[in-house]
């Protein structure tokens, strides 16, 4: 029978006792994760990186706050938001690309075909219209629709209730149709 | 159902968790109401397109950033020339493993050294009995007696004194240490473990001062710098050990500075719960003199970490 592996709360209670190591298991099952939700944030892969360095170098300076009773993905995301909010704060803007060439493609080694350039074309069009959309709303459709992050996480990070959480990723769903078929109709004509 | 109630149930739908007498209603409203379809049909292109973005992966420098920062973080804490680091984490493993995790036996362990402190206080702080007979000591002798106890206090702090100003971190926080072995330490001294908390650039020196502050919150001197160096304070370690202190000590006059921290929406999330706990404590109606086992109307006793 397999080991059952230790779950992200285990981990995390190892590291604040003070085995430092087994924050590697937590950047391991973290780090794509974060690296993509600050890269949505930010439109900008380098930085990305960088703030996801300083997520974990926060866990292991906070690691003694961690609680008993907490929940390893809404404190990561917890600190991750801030260290966002203080790279904006630092920036003091918050960037906005309006031009598909600014941003992160990820590269696709298959043999193109018609179909698949409208669709990357596509997806090009949606990620200028995420990154058009107020940081608020482009956080909570980021956390919900590509992290998949509970609503009920998402409250307790936002400290809100799970109804408004989906009350809030409606509006930004609806608002983002709106941009992307704008820009759509735009590139067309 | 109406539009509005169908549309805003649409997520829920899509994700399969509306219960199925709603869901029912809502297919029903669909069929019947063209308005809906183009918005569920909207809805779900969007959504369809956003699942299907691909995931930015990152460069392999973010592991090896990672893995050096690890790297770096264990031979400070084992094998650097700092003796003192690595037993301060053997110190706080050791004390993380005796002592209780919950909140409520927190409480209650507090509560029970506060007793045993007491009841040790009292009998071996206890006045001697006014009958003991004590030889006659003519007053210059009496004199010179208490000149040589003021001498040899002195020099024991001016020990800690001159310590407290050396320049390296281990330098500081060895003089901060060196201030507990001071039974009655004198104004002076307790006057540099404050400015010691207020202005070290240490974390780990303004925690130790802290601690050190610690028996000594009845002197005025202490808790005044305690009100004045929470405020400036941005380690949240040291905030929380300085509110629980504080708590503690009773001290009323904290009132304020622990109202504006537990509003501060940009403080850290545990000095906020701790400024709440604290006001709890310090809005509590006191107990009366003779009912010492009141649990509820108890300060928590700080642990230090």
Sequence with gaps: MAEELPTDHELMIAVRAGDIPRLGD????????????????????????????????????????YRDEGKFTAWIYHLARKVAADHWRKQSNTPIATDPTELPEVVDTAPDSAEQTAGREDLALLR?????????????????????????DIAQLLETTPGAVKVRVHRALKELREVYFKLRR???? | MNCQRVQESFLDHQDGTLPADESAALRAHLASCPTCQREWAALQEITRKLDALPVPAPS?????????????????????????????SRLDRFFEAL??????????????????????GARVLAPEPATVAVPVVDPSSKEEIAALHRRMDQMGQLVADSLLVHKSTNDR??????????????????????????????????????????????????????????????????QVGMIELLAAAGEREATPILD???????????????????????RAPLS????????SNKPAQPILT
């Design chain 1, 26 to 65: 937590l950047f391991e099952r973290y780090h794509q994760r974060l690296f993509a939700f600050f890269v949505r944030l930010t439109s900008q892969p380098s930085t990305s990186e960088d703030l996801v360095q300083l997520v974990f170098y926060r866990i292991l300076k906070y690691r003694h706050t």
């Design chain 1, 128 to 152: 200028v219209a995420l990154a058009q959309l107020p940081v608020e709303q482009r956080e909570v459709l980021v956390l919900s629709r590509l992290q998949q992050v509970e609503h009920r």
């Design chain 2, 173 to 238: 926080l060895q003089s901060v240490l060196a201030t507990m072995d001071v039974a009655n330490p004198d104004r002076k001294l307790l006057a540099d473990l404050v400015s010691a908390l207020a202005f070290d650039p240490s974390v780990n020196v303004r925690l130790s001062a802290l601690e050190a502050l610690a028996p000594h919150t009845k002197v005025d001197v202490v808790r005044a710098g305690l009100l004045t160096a929470l405020p400036r304070e941005t380690a949240p370690l040291v």
């Design chain 2, 260 to 282: 504006k921290i537990s509003r501060d929406t940009t403080a850290n999330q545990n000095v906020r719960e701790a400024a709440r706990r604290a006001l709890a404590v310090l």
């Design chain 2, 99 to 120: 002592l209780p995790h919950r909140p409520s036996l927190q409480f209650a362990f507090s509560l029970a050294l506060l007793a045993g402190g007491i009841l040790v």
């Design chain 2, 60 to 88: 392999p420098r973010l592991r090896e950033q990672f893995y050096a920062m690890l790297d770096t973080h264990e031979r400070q804490a084992t094998h650097s020339g700092n003796p003192f680091a690595f037993a301060r």
């Design chain 1, 186 to 189: 735009e590139r067309a004509a």
């Design chain 2, 288 to 295: 009366p003199p003779t009912d010492n086992q009141n649990a």
